[in-house]
């Protein structure tokens, strides 16, 4: 076989200090979890809402697997579409105030699926500069020409849909995932109406956490099925269990189902998890003093950031960076953060542009205030000495 330069590859990632690893948690995921036989205050999870190891989330997925078995056991349009999926899918519809919903295995996945469905050669789509990268691989899937503005840039984003032909649809993040900040949605909406353009909201950081039921941002902002057409949330983050729906009008929902291939030609998540998200669901709709203490703790991490003179960003989430810039320097400041056993992710490029890496600090409704202040103690501890 001939060789892939796999050594060569391996070589320069590591030295551009670009190496990841995965590690592996001794623990289920919470604000306290275990790494090597050590125990750490995490502020690194996307569990916004405290919800992945909830105990009637835990049961749900018990007594799902005792009625429905594990498997889903074909795709949907086989025999792999049980009563639980169907629920799960008008449960998603009902709250965020679309005609229907539909199930997939992973957000990354529903992006690939709506985007590669509505979307070919000739047509146009334009993301925000700093979509995720699902949303980037699903244009390129795609086959549609595509444009990159300014992040929340309008004027940017005006001049590219002057040019844009075919159908054009314009994709961004609600809630930025390494930023943490919001897109302008109605300004968004506002040019699209003008341009006839389509958009598409990828709501991942925000559904369960923003909104007055926690239906996300298009909750926030009031925007209607007409404004947004396509919206995508994800299951695995303020949900606490796994996998992602695409929400809009019955048409569109049909046309995923005859047209998107991720959909067509992939077996359906277990039944008994589509329980577990039913349950989790129900918790997020009632259990509002969730959002409400996530609110007073980024108030409180903010302020107490902002005394320490630390690089906050300009953001309102539960997604709150620190940036530092060098990605080396990011990963000691992790490890040092480390020592003093808090567990906080280096993020460095590409997934965030370069010479921006950051520290990723989430917070979550199951921190207390006392979780805060340990972060905020050992933050002043170390950043004064690294950032001088
Ligand atoms: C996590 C994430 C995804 C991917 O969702 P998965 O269910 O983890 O595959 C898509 N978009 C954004 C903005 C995300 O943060």
Same mark, same amino acid.
């Given at each position: ?25 001794? /623990? #289920? ?28 989330? !835990? ?10 078995? !594990? ?9 792999? &579409?049980?009563?639980?999926? +169907? ?7 009902? *709250? ?50 595509? /444009?990159?503005?300014? &992040? ?28 943490? %900040? ?7 909406? =506002?040019?699209?109406? @003008?341009?006839?353009? *389509?958009?598409?909201?990828? %709501? ?23 404004? !947004? ?20 009008? &019955? ?17 359906? /998540? ?13 918790? !997020?709709?009632?259990?509002?003093? =969730?959002?409400?203490?996530?609110? +007073? ?5 903010? @302020? ?9 960003? #300009? ?10 810039? %060098? ?10 953060? @480390?020592?003093? %056993?808090? *567990? ?13 890496? $950051?520290? $990723? ?28």
């Amino acid at each position: 076989m001939k060789s892939l330069n796999l050594k060569e590859r391996l070589a320069q990632q590591q030295a551009a200090q670009l190496y990841r690893r995965p590690v592996c948690l001794e /623990s #289920p995921q919470g604000v306290q979890i275990r790494i090597q036989g050590r125990e750490y205050l995490s502020f690194a999870s996307n569990d916004y809402l405290g919800l992945a190891n909830h105990p009637d989330v !835990v049961a749900a997925l018990q007594q799902g697997a005792a009625t429905w078995g !594990v498997g889903g056991g074909a795709a949907h349009l086989v025999t792999g &579409h049980l009563l639980p999926h +169907q629920q799960l899918e008008e449960a998603l519809a009902h *709250w965020t105030g679309r005609e229907r919903a539909l199930l997939f295995s992973s957000g990354y996945q529903a992006n690939l699926a709506v985007i590669s469905a509505l979307l070919g050669s000739g047509d146009t789509l334009l993301h925000d500069r700093l979509n995720h990268a699902s949303l980037l691989d699903a244009g390129r899937l795609s086959g549609a020409r595509f /444009s990159r503005y300014l &992040h929340n840039d309008m004027d940017s984003l005006s001049t590219r849909l002057s040019r844009a032909r075919g159908n054009t649809l314009i994709a961004t993040d609600g809630v930025f995932s390494m930023d943490g %900040d919001l897109a302008p949605l109605p300004d968004i909406c =506002r040019l699209a109406q @003008q341009q006839d353009a *389509w958009v598409m909201v990828d %709501d991942a950081h925000g559904l369960g956490v923003l909104g007055k039921t926690g239906a996300g941002s298009l909750e926030l902002f009031n925007l209607s099925s007409q404004e !947004v057409p396509v919206l995508m949330g994800t299951l695995g983050k303020a949900l606490g269990t796994s996998g992602a729906f695409i929400a809009g009008s &019955h048409e569109l929902i049909e046309a995923l189902i005859q047209f998107a291939r991720p959909y067509i030609y992939s077996t359906s /998540s277990s039944p008994a998890l589509a329980c577990a998200t039913l349950e989790s669901l129900r918790i !997020v709709q009632k259990e509002h003093w =969730r959002r409400q203490h996530l609110q +007073q703790l980024i108030a409180l991490f903010r @302020q107490g950031a902002q005394t320490l003179g630390l690089q906050l960003m #300009p953001s309102t989430t539960a997604i709150q960076p620190i940036l530092i810039g %060098d990605s080396a320097q990011a990963m000691r400041l992790a490890q040092q953060l @480390q020592e003093h %056993d808090l *567990w906080i992710t280096a993020i460095r490029p590409p997934t965030v542009p370069n010479s921006s890496a $950051r520290l $990723r600090i989430t917070l979550s409704a199951a921190h207390s205030t006392a979780h805060i202040e340990r972060l905020l103690e050992t933050l002043a501890n170390i950043l004064p000495k690294e950032q001088e």
